[in-house]
């Protein structure tokens, strides 16, 4: 086994935060941090550096920052690198850069590849109701999300999880997955499993169109779609021509008997009632236009002749 093993180590967002810090307790220890460059951020368009790089500076690891990893090719060859480890990076490695370390480039992807590979794993098992889901390591090769698997582990999906708390619990595996992983192929680089490309199903980025909520679907679709997008970017619908964003509901056992979109009961301490295609739904948390997250049934106080109302569906995307 390689003793003092060089880890190079490539993330941006929060999802990458586990695994780095992870590493950094163990002999794994990141030698260098690529990150993305500090973007502008908020109203005040603050340059802000990435959560990745904040935690490198934090941990004491020499960190840089570049929108094109394959452009420090110089710099990552004078470390004479073991493996390179890539979380959410946002950047494609090149042939140069695959090479480059003695046991290659390993990534961290959140779901069971070949299922969902590209930009929003952990979004579309909660859109399509899927019970389980998890993470997988592989080998990076130059076609995306498609390199032979050293690692998977299956996480459940929890009625009450959401974007959030999947996320959170995928990164937190998946940490803990890379060091296992890691360690194993330092000590005897065990060959790593083909993808099956035939089973590879794709997910696309999020455009603000697709947040909108169509309450003319099932209540299912519906619960699932709120899931999929709380509590960031949120999934929208329109009350008197302003977005409301929808954060968390439950299905009901009543039919709906009003129009979809209608607001049809409100529950004291609980929230506001929302028929769809075939079960109502309660609303139990929202997030209007300009203000911080609240419950329901608070939204409905500051509101006046709710019931009945109906959401609007400007441009509604069908989920």
């Excluded at 009961?265 to 203000?291: C, H, Y």
Aim: aromatic share 8%; charged share 20%; proline share 8%.
């Amino acid at each position: 086994m390689c003793e003092n093993p060089k880890i190079i180590f490539a993330g941006s967002p929060e999802f990458a935060l586990p695994t780095l810090e992870t590493l950094s307790t163990t002999k794994l220890r990141p030698c260098l941090v690529v990150t993305m460059p500090d973007s502008k951020q908020g109203r005040g368009k603050k340059l802000t550096p990435t959560p990745v790089k904040t935690l490198a500076e934090q941990l004491g690891i020499e960190v840089i920052t570049s929108a094109n990893i394959n452009e420090t090719y110089e710099m990552l060859k004078a470390l004479e690198p073991d493996i390179l480890v890539t979380v959410a990076y946002g950047g494609y490695l090149q042939a140069k850069i695959r090479k480059l370390p003695k046991f290659g480039c390993l990534n961290l992807h959140p779901s069971l590849l070949p299922l969902y590979r590209g930009a929003n794993p952990i979004k579309y098992p909660l859109l399509h109701g899927d019970k389980t889901t998890g993470y997988t390591i592989f080998k990076i090769v130059a076609k995306m999300d498609a390199g032979p698997i050293h690692h998977q582990e299956e996480i459940n999906i929890e009625p009450t999880d959401n974007f959030q708390t999947l996320h959170d619990k995928l990164a937190r595996h998946g940490a803990n997955g890379m060091v296992n992983i890691i360690r194993e192929i330092l000590k005897s680089n065990p060959k790593p499993t083909p993808q099956n490309d035939e089973l590879a199903t794709y997910t696309e980025k999020t455009t603000k169109e697709d947040t909108y909520i169509n309450w003319d679907s099932p209540a299912e679709s519906i619960h699932n779609f709120i899931r999929a997008y709380s509590p960031t970017p949120g999934a929208i619908a329109f009350l008197d021509n302003s977005p409301i964003k929808m954060l968390a509901c439950q299905i009901t056992d009543n039919k709906s008997t009003s129009p979809s979109g209608t607001i049809c009961n409100i529950f004291k301490n609980q929230g506001f009632v929302v028929a769809t295609r075939d079960f109502d739904l309660l609303i139990t948390q929202v997030q209007p236009t300009s203000k911080k997250p609240m419950s329901a049934f608070a939204y409905t106080l500051g509101q006046s002749d709710l019931l009945q109302k109906k959401f609007e569906r400007n441009n509604v995307v069908n989920s």
